[in-house]
Nanobody
Framework: VQLVESGGGLVQAGGSLRLSCAAS????????MGWFRQTPGKERELLAS????????YYADSVKGRFTISRDNAKRTVYLEMDSLRPEDTAVYYCAATPAVSSGVYYLRANSYNDWGQGTQVTVSS
């Protein structure tokens, strides 16, 4: 599945952004989805993951309570709502997809995901 992220940009600390990840090529209803971010010199960090049904989610401690992952399988789109942004949230944000073995499964490791978007830059100014 091909993935394209959008919605990144420059925002002041305390602000909000909503990232979208649009899939093409096939439906995402059979895929678990994840949002990651990466800064230069660091490993790609999982932020949130969602099961193919949307009923199960996972959040990294660094974003828990501030970020919300959701999906609309009919629109083939996954979202990451980001609130209370901080300068340390500055990074390139990626969405990823992988076939899920069951409806409630999500994945935590980057190497569990087969398909990746090209990334979108998020910059949070202080």
């Amino acid at each position: 599945v091909q993935l394209v992220e959008s919605g990144g940009g420059l925002v002041q600390a305390g602000g909000s952004l909503r990232l979208s990840c649009a899939a093409s090529g096939r439906t995402i209803s059979g895929y678990a989805m994840g949002w990651f971010r990466q800064t230069p010199g660091k490993e790609r960090e999982l932020l949130a993951s969602i099961s193919r049904s949307g009923g199960s989610t996972y959040y990294a401690d660094s974003v828990k309570g501030r970020f919300t992952i959701s999906r609309d399988n009919a629109k083939r789109t996954v979202y990451l709502e980001m609130d209370s942004l901080r300068p340390e949230d500055t990074a390139v944000y990626y969405c990823a997809a992988t076939p899920a073995v069951s409806s409630g499964v999500y994945y935590l490791r980057a190497n569990s995901y087969n398909d990746w978007g090209q990334g979108t830059q998020v910059t949070v100014s202080s």
